[in-house]
């Protein structure tokens, strides 16, 4: 994981399977481990034990789908974000607070949200994003929404609002125009959030969206890191 090892400054490297058998998992968290790994991500389609390893389950992952999206009105001014700002920033450090950066205690706090306020930039620059849109009151952000084409999908990235503005309308507003935009654009509207984020799941379901696919993310790390404590 380059970006990922840039960032922390440490070896950071990432297994996906969807096998049920952990020896499989277990051996090569160790080959990585000697090749010099201080954090590994364990995506897997079946929960885990690792009981041999400095893990945490940060994530039970839920991909949300909207496979038909209908065209709404959106009866709120929502713009197209083409400069980044600090309330942007705060929005998007508010989006990961149930991400597993989030979650990791092991993660610095100042390191969570370095991290989200580099998705913002990047997400700003079309580096990371397709689009971004936000829900302004007098000229300052207080809601917006980031997402990309990935294959036959338009995938949300970051959603966020300001918990000053919650319940006012503004998260189904910014949900509705990507749902719109996808039905433009013949694709699906995709999002994923965590199972342990309530709110967030019936939110989705609520505008439409049906669950696709679980998976459980561990983070794994090794007892020499500086940072690692055991668990």
Same mark, same amino acid.
């Given at each position: 994981?380059?970006?990922?090892? $840039?960032?922390?400054? /440490? ?10 058998? =952990? ?5 090569? +968290?160790? @080959? ?10 364990? /995506?897997?389609?079946? *929960? ?7 893990? +945490?389950?940060?994530? $039970? ?10 065209? %709404? *009105?959106?009866? &709120? *001014? ?7 700002? $600090?309330?942007?920033? =705060? ?13 990791? *205690? ?6 969570? %949200?370095?991290?989200? @306020?580099? !998705? ?5 620059? $079309? ?20 997402? &990309? ?6 995938? +949300? ?47 989705? =379901?609520?505008?439409?969206?049906? +669950? ?8 794994? !790390? ?10």
């Amino acid at each position: 994981m380059d970006w990922d090892s $840039r960032f922390f400054g /440490f070896d950071v490297a990432r297994i996906d399977t969807d096998c049920a058998e =952990e020896c499989s998992v277990d051996a090569e +968290i160790r @080959r990585l481990q000697r090749q010099g790994a201080e954090l590994i991500y364990v /995506f897997s389609t079946h *929960p885990l034990r690792l009981s041999d390893f400095n893990a +945490i389950l940060v994530d $039970r992952k839920l991909s949300y789908v909207n496979a038909s999206p209908v065209y %709404r *009105p959106v009866d &709120k *001014p929502i713009v197209e974000v083409t400069e980044v700002s $600090r309330q942007l920033y =705060e929005l998007g450090c508010q989006a990961g607070g149930h991400s597993r950066y989030k979650v990791d *205690p092991t993660i610095k706090e100042e390191d969570f %949200r370095r991290m989200f @306020r580099l !998705w913002v930039d990047n997400s700003v620059s $079309r580096r990371f994003a397709d689009y971004v849109f936000a829900y302004e009151v007098d000229g300052v952000a207080v809601g917006f929404v980031t997402a &990309k084409v990935k294959d036959d999908e338009l995938s +949300i990235g970051l959603i966020a609002t300001d918990e000053n503005y919650r319940g006012c309308g503004i998260g189904g507003a910014l949900i509705q125009t990507i749902v719109n935009l996808a039905s433009e654009l013949h694709l699906k509207a995709e999002v994923t959030t965590q199972a342990d984020n309530i709110t967030a799941c019936r939110f989705y =379901e609520h505008q439409g969206f049906n +669950i696709a696919s679980r998976s459980y993310v561990y983070h794994v !790390w090794s007892n020499n890191n500086e940072n690692s404590n055991p668990l």
